[in-house]
């Protein structure tokens, strides 16, 4: 599965309402592939596997950016190596772009099928996610969940043809399903995922009594999950046990394409705005104040960051005086005699040039959302940290719905290395 897709919502990939040009995929295509290799017959040889790999990468950023952060699933492949993805028209990069003897038109029109196919597919589940509410809205929670559990499953074995790992997306489109039926994913999630994991197997379809025990089992596990949520977690503690261990092993570099759109700034002026015009023209002027230091070199302190934040909040920012809760109440950030000096020395972390800019980037956004400095609004004083790093670095973000749509879990050693995975594959030089 691709990393961006395993953190995106059903919000973020519903289809409703969008309208999908394929021109601009073609458009993005053709750049991307005659850019790099021209339009004649073409060996596999010529790029290399090395060479074919970074130009899917480049044009994922690119469909990303044009798109939204939803079209990151176009290369969700269900062959071996894939993930077990729904995406049929799309192997990897060394067997699905310019293969022997092929012109390069050819892998232009697979990247635009495999796009179409996705968006496709996550038609389909909508409609069918829309029919399943329908259908189970007066029915008992664990109930529901099985029934729609049962309905979804084959949908998915007859999309992936179980494959490699295709249970992934089973998991994954059952999360979608219980998101859009207003579900709280912190509450289901490790649920889902306890039921899945060890129930089915690769290159084999599920028999009916497996099929039937499972789908079950989902139902009881979910409405419990659902019905008896866990009480108010430290999530400071949580996130400084894993904070220094997650970036041990630094994500490898990338090759890095210039940045021609400005990621962040497009999703303030798109989901910021749908949201509060005001909040967006804030959050504008407070971008543009912490761009502006960064090209001064300046260091990332509190102190400015508290500057930028009372712009966004249109109100004088200090560093909160009580404990606070986020996610409902379910997560506590405590307030202590040490907590603002532990969140000034991980400031200082920023500067420290050895570590790698997308690991520095990464931690500092998550130090911001888990030490929660500010009474409110921490989540956009930690993109504006994240901002002020890479700027810093000479560097912006094709795309940023994969990074900053995300609710991020305090304890998540894995998702906070991911995080820093998804930085270094966004970010790129900014021209000029």
């Known amino acids: 599965m691709p990393i961006a897709v395993r953190f995106l919502r059903w919000y973020d990939v519903d289809p409703s309402g969008r309208a999908f040009d394929p021109g601009a995929a073609r458009r993005i295509a053709e750049a991307q592939i005659l850019g790099a290799v021209g339009g004649g017959p073409r060996s596999r040889g010529k790029l290399g596997q090395n060479g074919r790999e970074a130009l899917q990468e480049s044009?994922?950023?690119?469909?990303?950016?044009?798109?939204?952060?939803?079209?990151?699933?176009?290369?969700?492949?269900?062959?071996?190596?894939?993930?077990?993805?729904p995406v049929r028209g799309w192997c990897c990069a060394p067997h699905s772009l310019l293969r022997d003897g092929e012109d390069a038109?050819?892998?232009?029109?697979?990247?635009?099928?495999?796009?179409?196919?996705?968006q496709a597919f996550l038609e389909e589940i909508g409609t069918e996610f829309a029919a399943?509410?329908?259908?189970?809205?007066?029915?008992?929670?664990?109930?529901?969940?099985?029934?729609?559990?049962?309905?979804?499953l084959p949908l998915v074995v007859e999309q992936t043809r179980t494959e490699d790992a295709w249970y992934a997306t089973f998991e994954q489109v059952l999360s979608w399903y219980l998101e859009s039926a207003g579900h709280d994913p912190d509450a289901f999630r490790a649920a889902v995922r306890a039921v899945v994991s060890g129930r089915?197997?690769?290159?084999?379809?599920?028999?009916?009594?497996?099929?039937?025990?499972?789908?079950?089992?989902?139902?009881?596990?979910v409405a419990l999950a659902v019905a008896a949520p866990p009480a108010p977690r430290d999530?400071?503690?949580?996130?400084?046990?894993?904070?220094?261990?997650?970036?041990?092993?630094?994500?490898?570099?990338?090759?890095?394409?210039?940045?021609?759109?400005?990621?962040?700034?497009?999703?303030?002026?798109?989901?910021?705005?749908?949201?509060?015009?005001?909040r967006a023209e804030r959050m504008t002027r407070a971008l543009a104040a912490c761009?502006?230091?960064?090209?001064?070199?300046?260091?990332?302190?509190?102190?400015?960051?508290?500057?930028?934040?009372?712009i966004v909040l249109g109100t004088p920012a200090g560093f909160r005086k009580t404990d606070a809760y986020a996610k409902g109440g379910r997560e506590r950030y405590p307030l202590d005699g040490d907590t603002q000096r532990r969140f000034l020395a991980a400031l200082k972390e920023t500067n420290v040039a050895a570590t790698p800019v997308s690991v520095r980037a990464a931690r500092v956004y998550l130090d911001v959302c888990f030490f929660h400095p500010f009474d409110d609004g921490n989540a956009r004083a930690?993109?504006?940290?994240?901002?002020?790093?890479?700027?810093?670095?000479?560097?912006?973000?094709?795309?940023?719905?994969?990074?900053?749509?995300?609710?991020?879990?305090?304890?998540?050693h894995?998702?906070?290395?991911?995080?820093?995975?998804?930085?270094?594959?966004?970010?790129g030089p900014v021209p000029g």
């Open 235 to 278: 999530a400071l503690a949580a996130w400084r046990a894993v904070r220094d261990g997650a970036f041990k092993n630094a994500p490898a570099p990338r090759a890095r394409d210039q940045v021609r759109v400005d990621g962040h700034q497009r999703y303030i002026d798109g989901s910021d705005r749908a949201r509060d015009p005001m």
């Open 132 to 152: 399943l509410h329908r259908a189970t809205a007066d029915l008992p929670m664990d109930e529901g969940v099985e029934r729609a559990a049962a309905r979804l």
């Open 59 to 85: 044009i994922d950023r690119a469909l990303v950016a044009e798109y939204g952060a939803w079209a990151a699933g176009w290369s969700w492949a269900a062959s071996e190596g894939g993930g077990g993805g």
């Open 105 to 118: 038109a050819a892998s232009v029109e697979r990247v635009v099928a495999a796009l179409a196919e996705w």
């Open 414 to 427: 894995d998702g906070a290395w991911s995080l820093a995975w998804l930085v270094e594959y966004f970010v």
């Open 291 to 310: 761009r502006a230091s960064a090209r001064r070199d300046e260091e990332l302190t509190f102190e400015r960051l508290a500057k930028w934040q009372a």
């Open 200 to 221: 089915f197997a690769s290159w084999s379809e599920p028999d009916t009594e497996t099929a039937r025990a499972a789908c079950a089992e989902l139902g009881y596990e």
């Open 382 to 412: 930690a993109r504006l940290a994240l901002d002020h790093v890479l700027t810093r670095a000479g560097l912006a973000l094709h795309a940023v719905e994969p990074l900053f749509v995300v609710a991020r879990a305090a304890g998540d």
